[in-house]
Structure formats: C-alpha cells, structure tokens
C-alpha cells in the first residue's frame, strides 16, 4: 500500500512539474500578447467611452455617445468608411487576380522566369513609406514626375494624378498592388508546384481544355491559398495608413481620407476628440471581425482541402 502511494505521488509530481514547464515555456509570449494586444483592446473599449484629448483622455464620460456622433454628426467618417470599403474591394480584386496570373505564368520553367520571380519579388522587401515616396514622384503634376514627362514626351499633356479626386486614390491602389503582388504571387505559385501532376495527365487524356483545367483542377486545389489571400488582404486594406498618409495625406479634400487616417487624424490633430477617435477604432476592429466571421461562415465549407 505503502509503494502504491508513493508511486502514485511520484507520478503526479512529475506531471505537475510537465505541466508547470509547459506553461513556463509559453509565458513569455502570453505575458506578450497581454501586454500588447489585450491591454490594448481594453483600453481602446474604455477611451471610447469618454471625451478628451491625450493628456486628459478622461475629461468627461460620455458612453455610447461617441459610437452615434460617428454617424449622426461627425461628417468626415462615413465618407472615410465609403473609402475604405472601395479600397479593400479595389486592391482585393487586384491582387488576387493578378496573383493568380503570375503565378501561373511563372510557374513554368524558363530563364526568365527565374529573373522575373526576383523582379516581382523584391518590391515586397522594400519599406512602403520608401515606396510610397517613390511613386509620389513617380505620380508628381511637376516638372520632374515620371509619368508626366513621359506624357509630354509623346505630344500629350500632364496629368494631376494626386491632386484630383478622381484619380487620387486609384493611385496609392497602384502603388500597394505593385508592392505585394510578388509576396502574393510566389504564395500562390508555391501551391501551384504542391498539385500533383497525375491529375493535369488525367485531364489531358480526357482531352480536357487548358482553360477547363485551369478553372475545374487549378482553382479549386488553390483554394485555400486564396481564402488566406482573402483574409490577409482584407484585413491589410482595411488598416493602410502609410501610402496614403505620405502619397496624398488623406487629399485633396477628404477624397483619399480612409479609417486609418481618420482615427489619427482625430486622436493626435484634434482637441478633445481621442473618445471619438477611440470609438472609431472600436468600430474599425468590429468591422474586421465581423468580415472575417462572414468569410469562414461563407467561404470556407468551398475550400478544397488536399
């Protein structure tokens, strides 16, 4: 009775000590995530309950009363929120197209193709602030803009790409789909190489078109790469900021103003607006969730899992 006892407090010893590793190991990256996403979360939810700025955030409470002015006063949010939307809709067509067609194009073996997968590649490694001050030269209504002087060069005359509403923001929408349509390309392609080549050979034999395959075999085996394009993307759009804070700073007028550069605006620009800016990125957040549960809602029960 007495080796049964001992044995059995010497087995829950050592797995009391397994447990309490386990969790040591992973207390650093918890004790991480509390401190920089949790505590975060929850100070945003309690600054958009009150009015006041960054050295007084808690002047006075005001409740759910931020959440209304968003949409029943303030008049810069739904046009920031009306943007957003086209951007995310815009970049995310894009990119997933595009992706797909480059990766498909450079999948094959050839020379240049090894040259290319680089090329595309390499804008990804750059910093976008570093991007997006190139292509404001790039897209500049002076002199020295690139686009423009090739215009003139050619007997037409210039265009203001920034400074007018109606082609601001398709502008910084180039600039983002030029800088990760090579991250997202070589994603996919990597996927394209995992597809087990019998099932091309079946087609053949089956005399199945180039075009059946690819939409019939192609796309389907791609699926879960795409819905992880869909969600990455989506999520990336709804947050930009950098692009377009040094690109057109949310100009001319409010025509390129989106979430991101709303919320700064209103935090660190205004007085007495952090609550309201709070509130708007609580609603930010909402948006997010709510679109990410609606895609694995929707989409995911169509991915074709290998």
Not at 70 to 95: E, G, I, Q, R, S
Not at 245 to 271: D, H, K
């Amino acid at each position: 009775m007495y080796n049964k006892n001992a044995e059995r407090r010497r087995v829950l010893k050592r797995e009391w000590k397994n447990w309490a590793l386990s969790y040591a190991m992973i207390l650093p990256a918890m004790v991480f995530f509390g401190l920089f996403c949790i505590y975060p979360l929850c100070n945003l939810f309690h600054l958009s309950l009150f009015r006041g700025n960054v050295r007084n955030p808690y002047k006075s409470f005001r409740g759910i009363q931020n959440f209304v002015d968003l949409f029943t006063k303030n008049p810069d949010f739904v046009p920031a929120l009306k943007h957003t939307a086209y951007y995310t809709a815009v970049v995310l067509v894009l990119l997933i197209s595009l992706s797909v067609l480059c990766a498909v194009w450079l999948s094959k073996d050839r020379k240049l193709n090894h040259f290319a997968q680089s090329a595309i590649f390499s804008p990804h490694l750059v910093a976008s602030i570093s991007c997006a001050f190139v292509w404001s030269w790039m897209f500049s209504s002076e002199i020295y803009g690139l686009f423009n002087t090739i215009l003139n060069a050619i007997g037409l005359k210039s265009v203001r790409w920034l400074d007018q509403p109606s082609t601001a923001m398709n502008c910084v929408i180039v600039m983002n789909v030029w800088k990760n349509i090579g991250y997202y390309s070589l994603i996919i392609m990597s996927a394209l190489k995992a597809i087990p080549t019998e099932i091309y050979e079946a087609a053949d034999l089956d005399s199945a078109s180039p075009i059946r395959q690819f939409f019939q075999i192609t796309l389907p085996m791609l699926s879960p790469q795409l819905f992880f394009l869909l969600i990455t993307i989506t999520t990336g759009s709804f947050m930009v900021f950098d692009s377009i804070r040094v690109m057109t700073n949310g100009g001319p007028g409010n025509s390129t103003q989106v979430l991101c550069t709303w919320i700064y605006e209103y935090a660190f620009l205004n007085n007495n607006s952090l609550g309201l800016a709070s509130a708007g990125g609580v609603v930010l957040l909402l948006i997010l969730v709510l679109i990410t549960i609606l895609d694995f809602r929707g989409l995911e029960r169509k991915v074709h899992y290998q």
